[in-house]
């Protein structure tokens, strides 16, 4: 039957897509509709790209099922049912995988093997195909089971057969050769092959990175290790994103094992661990897999860091591997584990194969354990050390203090267990009272209405406990306010909060708990508010109304009773409730100083903060605030100590997210203090905490990792860190983050010289930017793509993106003109967009680049730059002299470098334009005429040995081309003598 318009739109579309989950959903779609059809040919030609996908993202089992039906399709009517129906999906093509995919799960035996290979030879010569195809599958086929000899000669017929339209590509060939030669100790055959891989620029489906990956220890032991750690990463990298490659990712477990990176090892391992139970019958991978894990787990334990957990380890899906546990193992549980699992496999794989090969890959690795090949892949660490604890809380007070404190960061849950366990432990009305204040504002911080009616019902406990104080006036104050007095601060809440507590004021002002509560309140409020002065009032009145409570506890409780009028129950309080009130205004006056910007004031209030704080919240505060006092004071050593201590304080009561914020702080310091290790191993640490708290803050510390790492080089370890945050950070990221991420992803990429990478990451990048609306970005985007494809000689695109750049600058320029809007771009772009515009036309001689010279010049003057306009002289000399136009050129960089001079700091800019001048001149063999301008730069560049002694080296190749040999020897003996004092 003809198949249908819709199933062929389905079939069109899945041929045309990328392989993956979305595919495999649209197959699903195509096939149901072939079968509701039926339509057995459109059927097939469905179950052939079901069978492509399936091979490229490791579902063995979806492969087997969907290639038999097909053979068997085609054997019964080839011409119904062709080899080839759509492009790419080729049934032949398919055969050659089969062989292997049988061989990688014990369970299949050697006479379906050796069946399936003997079937694939007799369907290629039927179909009077080459046959190179199945050479190659013989070859894998026996060096993969172990029968070395049967390999050896298949490896021969392999070079020795033609190779045709169904050979395995270049990169597959040469990809398992080397492995085999490795495998058998041809260490030399082995290395040449890797080189001819890298060299040649062999690539397929997941070459050159599974290449790369088995290649690493064999060049490693062989002390070969220059450009390892680029590698490994590199092919990482390529892997990392499927699950099928999970025996790429084994050898990079192996690697990091080997070479002492054990922490960063354990962190591949547990992003990838789940894909032991992706293909239940890719048992050759899961053994390489296995073996790798129980190698790095054993160098962990000898490491000291056996307690180290392994998170995934408790997952149901890997009974199969380690048995059931509902526990998160450690990296000593789980060593043996790996290693009872690997013995297992091999025993399958070798009772089949009747040898012991794979038992000899496991014992391979076992001895791999006592063998350490160091070399430095990063500063992964397995973290900070155990944070101090902070102490379990011994009196109802520090309860109630552990559960605000939990509730500052976040842990709601946590802070009502606190609050439940302060409530256990007293039946003192003033101390339940206290606490039910706590469970209050915890309840008014989540939303929802369930909230609400806890909130309420804790009003409703307050006001009775207080009550049992004998403290009517109190209670009926939390009755009245407390639902709204502790919930949060906003721009609707706090007028009304204002009018509660100036009322509450008016009818308590004999209270004196009643008034640092309600004037505590006030002055916080006012701050937010930025009514600073009017805080300060309310803060003074607080201040009093401390003294007077605390001489009220002095006086004694009759005297205190009668002196306010109220009961004695309510005018007595204990030592710790006015400790808590004293802390509470210092932490007020603290913020009043930070909000106003007073740093002298900052200074005493953080210092008297910190003297009686028991909060942990407020303490890591204050401490980090003296720390960023400190540092701008240029006491670093002080600062990182505080910064140290403020973040251990959250590590202890488990605020991730307030951990990661801190640790932003820590960084800055280290980084101040040029302590690059423990900067790198901090921002990890935070990484981790912002990861496991699903922080937005995981960006900015990732950022910070990634920009540290491309400063100093690191740009493979670099793009690994932004890679895994822009992909795995769990957390929803939104357009200008994201574009900044691939702009410096973009320039990793650049400085490690993948250049096409670099320009994939910045049109992702110009999307997110242009999403946001950040004309700025999106230009600097397409500048920097300009210069990319200017480095690598394609002058019309670089031209393009240029262009670009103006277009996006001049367009947002209008458009703010237009509505009256301050400017959020700003000329020197948009003249820079025009310079590098007339730069690339000119030098690749298009037209407008005069054009472009002169609009920029227009630009610059309404801009009053005159270092952009001597600078625009610079690029027309240059397209001047491009043109032929020798004199003109030079006279522009002349002007050019005389307008320089007169400018403050272009001293360089004037020294750079001469010597562009001297250059002209001389490659035009105007040699006498450069000369001299040769020696104006020197006279520039007196003082200057080192820059003296390079434009020597010029001058004196000029001389020589001028034929004044003798001079020329003067100069460069002058140059010589400039190296030695230089």
């Known amino acids: 039957m003809k198949t249908t318009v819709e199933l062929e739109e389905l079939i069109t579309r899945a041929t045309d897509s990328m392989w993956g989950p979305e595919l495999s959903a649209l197959l699903e779609t195509a096939l149901a509709l072939a079968v509701e059809q039926g339509d057995e040919s459109g059927e097939y030609r469905v179950r052939l790209v079901m069978a492509n996908n ?63 290979l003997a079937d694939m030879d007799d369907h290629f010569r039927k179909a009077n195909l080459g046959l190179s195809g199945v050479a190659m599958a013989r070859f894998e086929s026996a060096f993969h089971n172990g029968h070395l000899e049967q ?76 450009g390892l750690a680029s590698l490994h990463r590199r092919s990482y990298r390529e892997a990392r994103g499927n699950a099928d490659n999970v025996g790429i990712i084994a050898n990079h477990v192996a690697f990091c094992a080997l070479t002492g990176n054990e922490a960063r090892g354990v962190a591949l391992a547990e992003r990838h661990l789940a894909w032991l139970a992706h293909d239940p019958l890719s048992h050759r991978k ?89 070399l430095s892949l990063g500063a992964e660490t397995f973290g900070s050390p155990e944070p101090r604890p902070v102490a379990e809380p011994r009196s109802n007070e520090q309860w109630r203090v552990r559960a605000m404190d939990l509730c500052a960061a976040g842990l709601y849950d946590a802070a009502l267990a606190a609050y439940a366990s302060g409530v256990r432990g007293t039946e003192n009305p003033r101390e339940l009272a206290a606490l039910h204040r706590s469970a209050i504002t915890i309840h008014g911080q989540i939303p929802g209405e369930k909230s609400q009616e806890l909130l309420r019902e804790c009003v409703a406990l307050r006001a009775a406990a207080l009550r049992d104080a004998g403290d009517e006036e109190l209670a009926s104050l939390a009755e009245r306010a407390d639902a709204l007095l502790t919930g949060p601060d906003n721009s609707d809440s706090n007028d009304e909060k204002l009018a509660v507590i100036n009322a509450e004021l008016l009818v308590l002002a004999e209270h004196p708990e009643a008034l640092c509560l309600l004037t505590a309140e006030l002055a916080h409020i006012l701050i937010g508010l930025g009514q600073l002065e009017d805080a300060r009032t309310a803060l003074v009145a607080l ?93 670093l050593t002080s600062a990182l100590a505080d910064a140290e201590e403020s973040t251990e304080l959250l590590v202890g009561l488990g605020a991730r997210e307030s951990v990661a914020q801190s640790t932003q702080l820590t960084a800055a310091i280290l980084q101040d203090l040029g302590r690059t290790d423990e900067l790198r191993s901090r921002l990890r640490f935070g990484i981790k905490q912002a990861q496991l708290a699903e922080s937005p803050y995981v960006l900015g510390l990732a950022y910070s990792l990634a920009k540290n790492l491309v400063d100093h080089g690191s740009d493979e370890e670099a793009i690994e860190v932004l890679d895994e945050t822009l992909n795995n950070s769990g957390i929803e990221i939104g357009d200008h983050d994201r574009g900044e991420l691939y702009d410096l992803l973009g320039t990793s990429l650049r400085s490690a010289g993948e250049p096409g990478g670099a320009l994939n990451a910045w049109t992702l990048g110009l999307e997110c930017f242009e999403a946001n609306g950040e004309a700025d970005r999106v230009a600097q985007l397409h500048m920097a793509m300009s210069s990319t494809y200017q480095e690598a000689g394609h002058f019309e695109a670089a031209a393009e993106e240029a262009q670009s750049a103006v277009d996006v600058l001049s367009a947002a320029l209008a458009g703010e003109s237009k509505n009256d809007e301050q400017p959020s771009v700003d000329y020197p772009a948009l003249i820079a ?119 020597r080296h010029q001058l004196a190749d000029c001389l020589e081309a001028a034929g004044r040999s003798a001079e020329a020897a003067s100069v460069r003996a002058e140059a010589e003598e400039d190296r030695q004092h230089g």
């Open 833 to 951: 967009a025009y310079m590098q515009l007339a730069e690339m036309l000119s030098t690749g001689g298009a037209d407008g680049a005069t054009e472009s010279i002169d609009t920029a010049t227009a630009l610059a003057i309404s801009a009053k730059s005159e270092v952009l306009t001597a600078e625009i002289q610079l690029v027309r000399a240059r397209h001047l002299f491009r043109a032929g136009e020798v004199d003109a050129a030079v006279a522009q960089a002349l002007q050019a470098s005389s307008a320089l001079e007169l400018l403050d700091d272009a001293r360089q800019q004037s020294v750079l334009a001469l010597l562009q001048a001297a250059h002209m001149l001389d490659n035009a063999k105007r040699h006498d005429d450069a000369v001299a301008i040769y020696h104006a730069v020197l006279g520039a560049l007196e003082g200057d040995r080192q820059g003296q002694e390079i434009v």
């Open 543 to 635: 201040e009093h109304a401390i003294d007077d409570w605390a001489a009220s506890a002095q006086a004694g409780p009759a005297a205190a009773g009668v002196a306010a009028g109220v009961a004695s129950t309510a005018a007595h309080p204990s030592e710790e409730t006015i400790a808590r009130a004293s802390s509470q205004y210092a932490s007020l006056m603290l913020h009043l100083a930070v909000e106003g910007g007073d740093v002298d004031e900052m200074n005493v209030w953080v210092n008297k903060s910190l003297e009686h704080e028991t909060s942990v919240v407020r303490r890591a505060s204050a401490l980090g605030l003296r720390a960023r006092l400190a540092a701008q004071r240029g006491e």
């Open 286 to 374: 899961h053994l390489n897999f296995l073996t790798a894990l129980g190698l790095l787990l054993e160098k962990v334990v000898a490491g000291g860091h056996g307690e180290v957990p392994i998170r995934g380890s408790e997952h149901a899906a890997l009974t199969p591997f380690f048995g059931q546990h509902s526990e998160v193992l450690s990296a000593a549980e789980l060593a043996p584990l790996c290693w009872q699992a690997a013995d297992a496999l091999a025993a399958d794989f070798d009772a089949r194969n009747g040898n012991d090969w794979h038992a000899q890959q496991v014992d391979a690795r076992k001895d791999l354990v006592t063998a350490t090949y160091p």
């Open 151 to 226: 390999a050896r000669a298949a490896y021969s017929a392999v070079i020795s057969t033609e190779r045709d339209n169904y050979s395995h590509c270049d990169a597959c060939v040469r990809s398992v050769a080397m492995d085999y030669h490795f495998s058998i100790g041809e260490q030399a055959a082995g290395a040449r092959a890797f080189t001819e891989i890298m060299e040649g620029g062999f690539s397929c489906g997941e070459e050159p990175e599974h290449a790369i990956s088995v290649a690493l220890l064999p060049l490693l032991r062989a002390g070969e290790t220059d």
């Open 54 to 116: 399936a091979q490229m993202t490791g579902d063995t089992d979806m492969l087997l099922t969907n290639f038999a039906w097909c053979l068997a399709q085609h054997d019964d009517d080839p011409l119904t049912f062709p080899m080839e129906p759509d492009e790419g999906s080729d049934l032949m093509w398919q055969f050659k995988w089969m062989v292997g995919v049988l061989g990688a799960d014990p369970r299949f035996t050697t006479e379906q093997i050796s069946a399936v």
